[in-house]
């Protein structure tokens, strides 16, 4: 229900058990709710679900903090909230804002109100606040008669993130890396997640070469650029990505297209290397994947398979359902599947149940229902891996 509420319609709710609780459906529970919540970017690398179901109050708690601050600051976020750029300083473009924290925002913002009550800036939100009279002068500034509903947004053309783009970040936060990403194209522009991320899929980094902050008012540009030339080059010497064309500048201007690139390629050796761990080292390819999901379907008797992670059965996300309902049979209710000639709409009600029933099996999936429903082939492919991880660990 929190995850719910920060992040809508994360969960289908129709996966998860209410009545007659058991030990197992109580582990479906927790499991559901934890693969959600790092879908949403919230760090559970060292939180399982024993540790919730046992109650340890500072992983509960933690990760329920996690969880509020999601969706408190999901609203802090220039493109869902436009009145924001009255924040702008002089000098500054919609570029600069759009480059700080929730948190930078929120201060800024708390700043910019009681600047026009006249009183003191607070510099934190701990000992500039515990007197509560910055709040009390914010209360006053933002609504004095205590029901007004403020100015109208400003119109603004602004795009905010894609899927895709939303899907890598939490996928990064989930794995905790720092500084948070909360952009990001801004966030990697010194390079220093993305050399924590070839850490995370076993490429050795040499940090003796890494700038790190603070850097120096001068010539920072070029620590931040040198980084992400580091970066390119381990990518492409060490981790073997295929980066032609790609150059450490573009990740440091932030250009979209090299960096998505780069972040894919990451994602899928990330979750290869999942699958190579459970299997002993044994090399895993898309080819190995498809064969897994065909024999796995087959076994079960189901009448499902696919292709390859384009194949358009997939938006129907039956073949999903189908691999999950053979590697913990009995778990997906059929009653609740759309069948047939299906609408769009009945489509994304079979996706939506879909991910959440992996997830509730055990499986951190990051991939989202309108990625099943449009056949991305980048995200099925980790649908499918991540199950076959998943069913690998059948014994």
Not at 126 to 151: F, R, W
Not at 199 to 228: F, H, Q, T
Not at 240 to 262: C, R, W, Y
Request: hydrophobic share 40%; glycine share 6%.
């Amino acid at each position: 229900k929190m995850v719910n509420l920060s992040v809508p319609d994360t969960i289908d709710e129709r996966t998860i058990n209410k009545k007659k609780l058991t030990p197992f459906t109580i582990q479906e529970n927790l499991n559901l709710a934890l693969n959600s919540a790092s879908a949403i970017g919230c760090h559970v690398v060292n939180i399982g679900a024993e540790d919730l179901k046992e109650g340890k109050p500072h992983l509960v708690l933690g990760l329920l903090w996690q969880v509020i601050k999601i969706g408190l600051f999901a609203d802090i976020e220039l493109s869902r909230n436009e009145a924001l750029i009255a924040l702008l300083r002089e000098g500054e473009d919609l570029e600069d804002l759009m480059k700080l924290s929730p948190e930078e925002l929120l201060l800024r913002w708390a700043n910019y109100h009681l600047e026009g009550a006249g009183c003191k800036k607070v510099n934190n939100f701990s000992t500039d606040v515990k007197d509560s009279k910055a709040y009390y002068h914010l209360l006053n500034q933002i609504a004095p008669k205590g029901d007004e509903e403020g100015q109208a947004p400003i119109p603004v053309d602004m795009s905010g993130e894609t899927r895709e783009e939303r899907t890598f970040r939490n996928w990064m936060n989930s794995l905790g890396v720092t500084p948070r990403v909360n952009h990001l194209y801004s966030d990697l522009q010194d390079a220093l997640v993305i050399l924590q991320l070839y850490e995370k899929i076993k490429v050795p980094v040499d940090w003796s070469r890494v700038n790190k902050p603070p850097y120096p008012k001068l010539g920072a540009n070029m620590k931040k650029l040198e980084n992400c030339n580091y970066a390119v080059e381990l990518g492409k010497s060490k981790a073997k990505f295929s980066l032609v064309g790609i150059a450490g500048q573009d990740l440091n201007e932030g250009k979209h297209m090299p960096t998505l690139a780069l972040m894919w390629q990451l994602m899928r050796r990330y979750t290869l290397n999942m699958l190579e761990d459970i299997g002993d080292g044994e090399k895993v390819n898309d080819e190995i994947i498809v064969n897994w999901v065909n024999k796995t379907l087959s076994d079960s008797q189901k009448s499902s398979s696919v292709a390859s992670f384009k194949d358009k059965e997939i938006s129907t996300s039956i073949p999903v359902l189908d691999l999950i309902d053979a590697i913990q049979p009995g778990s997906v209710r059929y009653d609740l599947v759309k069948t047939g000639d299906l609408t769009d709409e009945e489509k994304l009600q079979n996706a939506k149940y879909a991910i959440s029933m992996a997830r509730k099996i055990g499986t951190r999936v990051y991939a989202l229902p309108e990625d099943l429903v449009e056949v991305k082939p980048k995200m099925v492919m980790t649908v499918f891996a991540c199950l076959m991880g998943r069913g690998m660990k059948r014994v």
